[in-house]
């Protein structure tokens, strides 16, 4: 397995440029296929989530084009139904979209159950829920979903718990359906606006999204689009989180600050500076840091995927900082690693108690999802000596040259390749 090596102790200082967002990029390719001609999609960001994206189109028959590395060509318009590509499929949670978009495109979809990061139970009741107000049925067989109807007509869905991926998915289905679709306590983070911007850009009639309740009047046909993805709210904050944990002076640019004010808030609760420009936030320190109580929400809440993030900068900050996880069951599985560099957390149920040691230690650790593997470099970062950091292609699924970018900022990180171990590649992910 690849690995990264990280010799912490270096202020990161200077420019980094934030990709697109993952999370609107992998809901925005599967609705492509809802589209009558070709669909253009820029600023796609290059992870491995989007690779396997595309080849689970191209595996049921869409023709995919990469004009370069961050533009990619879709023509949907030669595909037939099929079943998906199982073993691609387990491969990340977002296919899970193929439900919905295969659902508006054919009225039927066979898609085996989603993997994704592993942070316990992942149910996905509200997405089965809006399907069948719509008018589908399903059964769910050996681990394949089969969902599929007669006609989708919309309707009324209150979702019982906020949730991006029942939300995504019922606007897919609901997008070409007969009639009003209202969603009810629908998730509101960026991701849903920018894909109901890319739909209402095809054609589609989708109102509100961004607040609570989303209402989609079904349409008859989409055309093809040129769109480009918004830039990545985790990405950014995670750049945010580093130059504090360094306490070095950097500027994010190509972002969307308003995107980023629960980070903000939180970061400037601590005493650290963020101005904020039109496109980019410049982050330094210049006092000590405070401690800081963290709770994840839905947007506009404190995002859990800067959960990990957070709580490796507060575990070198002074105090006691407490970090509820709100959203997921058991996302702190990172703690044990970074427990190996000298953290002082523990963990009871979904609170973590955050002691603020001085410095961490470089250890050997192992990423256990794509956020604490951010999380695990933010602390090798800041920490005296070598850090390693294994299992790194969940890093992969998520951030788009991070070595490169950090490399740019100052750090003194390498990506070894564990076919050339000996070659260091400095730009490898
Ligand atoms: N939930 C249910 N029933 C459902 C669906 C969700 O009970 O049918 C619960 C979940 O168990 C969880 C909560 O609702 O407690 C929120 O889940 P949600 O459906 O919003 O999560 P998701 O769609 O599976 C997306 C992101 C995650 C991010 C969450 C929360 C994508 C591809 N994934 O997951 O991102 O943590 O929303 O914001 O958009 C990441 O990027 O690192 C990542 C894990």
């Known amino acids: 397995m690849d690995k990264l090596v990280i010799s912490g102790g270096h202020k990161l ?13 992998v809901a925005i390719l599967p609705a492509t296929i809802l589209s009558d001609g070709v669909c253009k999609i820029e600023n796609i960001p290059a992870i491995s989530d989007i690779t396997l994206m595309c080849r689970i189109l191209s595996d049921m028959g869409a023709n995919i084009k990469m004009i370069n590395k961050n533009t990619i060509e879709i023509d949907p318009t030669k595909m037939v139904f099929c079943e998906t590509p199982n073993d691609l499929m387990r491969g990340m949670r977002a296919s899970c979209y193929l439900m919905g978009a295969l659902l508006g495109k054919f009225s039927k979809a066979s898609v085996c159950l989603p993997g994704g990061c592993d942070f316990g139970t992942r149910p996905i009741d509200q997405h089965l829920k809006g399907f069948k107000a719509l008018g589908a049925d399903y059964d769910i067989n050996a681990g394949v979903i089969h969902v ?4 989708l007509v919309g309707t009324h869905i209150y979702l019982d718990v906020v949730s991006v991926g029942a939300t995504v998915n019922i606007m897919l289905a609901a997008v070409k359906s007969e009639g009003l679709t ?3 306590n629908a998730a509101k ?3 849903i606006v920018d894909l109901a911007n890319f739909l209402n850009c095809m054609g589609a009639d989708i109102f509100g999204a961004g607040t609570d309740v989303i209402k989609i009047r079904g349409v008859k046909k989409l055309k093809g689009v040129t769109y ?7 990405e950014a904050g995670t750049y945010m989180a580093a130059a504090v944990a360094t306490r070095g002076d950097v500027t994010i640019e190509n972002v969307i600050p308003k995107h980023l004010e629960s980070i903000t808030a939180k970061l400037e609760e601590m005493g650290v500076n963020v101005e904020s420009f039109d496109e980019s936030v410049r982050v330094f320190c210049d006092k000590p840091l405070q401690k800081c109580n963290i709770k994840t929400m839905p947007h506009p809440g404190f ?5 990990p993030q957070i709580t490796a900068l507060l575990s070198t900050v002074e105090g006691t900082s407490i970090v509820n996880e709100a959203v997921w069951d058991n996302r702190f599985r990172y703690i044990e ?3 190996r560099m000298g953290a002082k957390i523990s963990v009871d149920g979904r609170l973590a108690v955050v002691e603020g040691v001085k410095k961490l230690t470089g250890a050997k650790v192992s990423a256990t999802d794509l956020r604490a593997g951010a999380a695990l470099i933010i602390a090798g970062l800041s920490a005296n000596g070598k850090t390693t950091i294994e299992n790194i292609n969940h890093i992969e699924r998520g951030y788009e040259n991070i070595v490169e970018k950090l490399t740019n900022l100052g750090a003194d990180i390498k990506h070894i390749s564990h076919i050339f171990p000996e070659e260091e590649e400095v730009s490898g992910i």
């Open 337 to 339: 690693e970074l427990s």
């Open 189 to 191: 983070e960026p991701h």
């Open 148 to 151: 599929e109807c007669k006609k």
């Open 303 to 307: 995002p859990t995927d800067m959960q």
């Open 182 to 184: 209202v969603i009810e």
């Open 228 to 234: 480009s993805i918004i830039p990545d709210q985790i």
């Open 13 to 25: 200082k200077g420019t980094v440029s934030i990709s697109g967002a993952k999370n609107a990029a």
